[in-house]
């Protein structure tokens, strides 16, 4: 079965850049798009955005301009960078599978999620 | 951005109880809505895709409806294990947005 795991610093300080690693297993990571969504502590859940196996990007324009996702297909794994963070950006940081069929999308399945906590 | 509006923020109810949940786009979204369930500490788990399809493994007591603006998520007949967190989202377009989430509670 598809599994996800997130990985990375638990910890950031303020004004630097978050990096999250998302390894794929279990499936191809070809012919999917792949998410990040987060989830501050207690609260609800947030977009960031995708990338596509061969490359392509849709951001949340809330945050487009700090993120940037890439992809490794060769490790199966895709990334998440969010620039210049504060404490708003302290957060349980999921990836997840985008499946696409016939123009409908669902995200299935997740990873078990991150907490990243910026702070100094 | 499309706005997911969920109703009721918080339910109580008895276990055997039918319980409806209800999601509303600040648009048409055609039948592009997802529900989700998720348990403390966990990752959201899906439990319904594009508006009424049962995703593999999910009990049947689980069932979505609707379309354009208006869906629902009901649970036929409450277990212990149905009293946690409900999220919507829209896929129709980007950015995916989700409700802002129904806590079931143990009346």
């Known amino acids: 079965q598809v599994q996800l795991q997130e990985s990375g610093p638990g910890l950031v300080k303020p004004s630097e850049t978050l990096s999250l690693t998302c390894t794929v297993s279990?499936?191809?990571?070809?012919?999917?798009?792949w998410n990040w969504i987060r989830q501050p502590p207690g609260k609800g859940l947030e977009w960031i955005g995708y990338?596509?196996?061969?490359?392509?990007?849709n951001y949340n324009p809330s945050l487009k301009s700090r993120v940037t996702i890439s992809v490794d297909t060769s490790k199966s794994q895709f990334s998440l960078k969010l620039s210049s963070v504060t404490a708003a950006d302290t957060a349980v940081y999921y990836c997840?599978?985008?499946?696409?069929?016939?123009?409908?999308?669902?995200?299935?399945?997740w990873g078990q999620g991150t907490l990243v906590t910026v702070s100094s | 951005d499309i706005q997911m509006t969920q109703s009721p923020s918080s339910l109580s109810a008895s276990v055997g109880d039918r319980v409806t949940i209800t999601c509303r786009a600040s648009?048409?979204?055609?039948?592009?809505l997802n529900w989700f369930q998720q348990k403390p500490g966990k990752a959201p788990n899906l439990l319904i895709y594009?508006?009424?399809s049962l995703q593999s493994g999910v009990p049947s007591r689980f069932s979505g409806s609707g379309s354009g603006t208006d869906f629902t998520l009901t649970i036929s007949s409450l277990q212990p294990e149905d009293f946690t967190t409900y999220y919507c989202q829209q896929t129709y377009s980007t950015p995916y947005t989700f409700g802002q989430g129904t806590k079931l509670e143990i009346k």
């Open positions: 594009t508006a009424s």
């Open positions: 648009q048409s979204i055609s039948s592009y």
């Open positions: 990338i596509y196996y061969s490359g392509g990007t």
């Open positions: 279990g499936a191809s990571i070809s012919s999917y798009y």
């Open positions: 997840a599978r985008m499946v696409n069929r016939g123009g409908e999308n669902w995200f299935d399945p």
